[in-house]
């Protein structure tokens, strides 16, 4: 049981990108699409932050805190968050302009619809 | 393929993955355990530097090439994005028309304006002391100026938004990141390096060597990049418009 505790929020970060992908494969609008795939992104925040957690620790920013007199959790992934945040929020700016120009020159949002190639 | 075969198709591989990937978990460090080396090695780096934000730090000294990357593909999604929401050749500008906005939500708009843009400026300016930086900086002030959408309307924030200027902002603060770097390799040290500048005091604004200076500068790129993504999202949807208007589905094929 401990040691499926001390799985869980790897776990719940598995669950969210499963939900995400199951959303993608079953999307019948490309809108809908692009926020599952920013469901499937959350994922990794939840994951990278899982991994830097260390018990009992603070935010690793020492300008109220003495270096040294409490554990920190773990910049490095905190940082690679921080990244995922930025790439994932541009990805879907340019995947939404995307969108915009499907849905004015196909008229539609339904990516079942969106099979024949058009010059 | 049909709806059917592929809902069985994505449930199998679904299946497999989470199979994989829960013993996967399973087998990862405990949670919450004490072993962080990287971590560790990155708080003691930061502290050497006089850095009091070690995510900074990690962000702007330790990483600081990876994060010229992820400005790159953040400069390289704007450009997409001012491509693809061009004005085409069947569309035509129309002016929007001033709309009446309530007064409360005038009011409150036009009051958290300098607020929010002080914030955003702030987190920008302390991003090597408190928690912020570059990034959340420049999407605070950033939004921030949109309040006055908000509050009037388009015109006015048409007139305190000259897209232009934005643009050569964006290009500006990249190149600002980049000749930062290559300060460093005609310092004789390495492209980058955070070796150029003295660190400072530890825990003042001008602690923290080149950091403070590529923060600023990603700060104005997040904040202009910010401003003309919206600006394009907002073009398409208030002032250009199809000349043979935008062929909607129908309700029958909707109902599909």
Redesign the interface.
Known sequence: MT?????????VA?WV??IG??GL??SRNLIHAVGCLSVCQAATYVLLL??????DAT?????DIQ?GSR?????????LA??D???GA??T??L???V??V??RH????PD?LSELRG | MT?GI??WL?AAG?AG??AL??AA??D?P?????R?P??DR??RA??ARHT????A???FDQ?AF??LG?MT??FA??L??VV??RQTRDEHRARPAPEPVARPVRRYALLVLPVALLTGLYVIAHGQ???G?G?QGGVVAATALHLLYLGADYRALERVRPIGLYEVGDAIAACAYLVTGLAGLIGGTAFLANTLLPYGTF?TLSSGGTVPLLNAAIGME?ACAVVV?LA??LD?AVEIE?LTG????TDK?RGK
């Open positions: 040691a499926l505790m001390h799985a869980l929020p790897y776990l598995v990108l499963l992908c199951y494969a079953t899982a991994v830097g957690y260390r018990d935010a690793p920013v020492f300008s270096p554990p920190v959790v773990d910049p490095v992934v905190q940082a921080l990244t945040v930025v790439v541009t990805v700016a340019l939404l302009a995307l915009v120009q849905a004015k008229g539609t949002l339904d619809e | 709806r592929r809902l994505v679904g993955l989470a990937l829960v978990c399973l990862l405990r949670f919450g355990g004490d962080h990287y971590g990155a708080v930061a502290l009091a934000n070690t995510v730090s990690v962000n990483r990876d994060t992820e593909i953040l999604a704007v997409g994005c693809l929401l002391l408190s928690p930086g990034f825990n997040v993504l394009r999202f398409q199809s935008i062929k909607t589905p094929e």
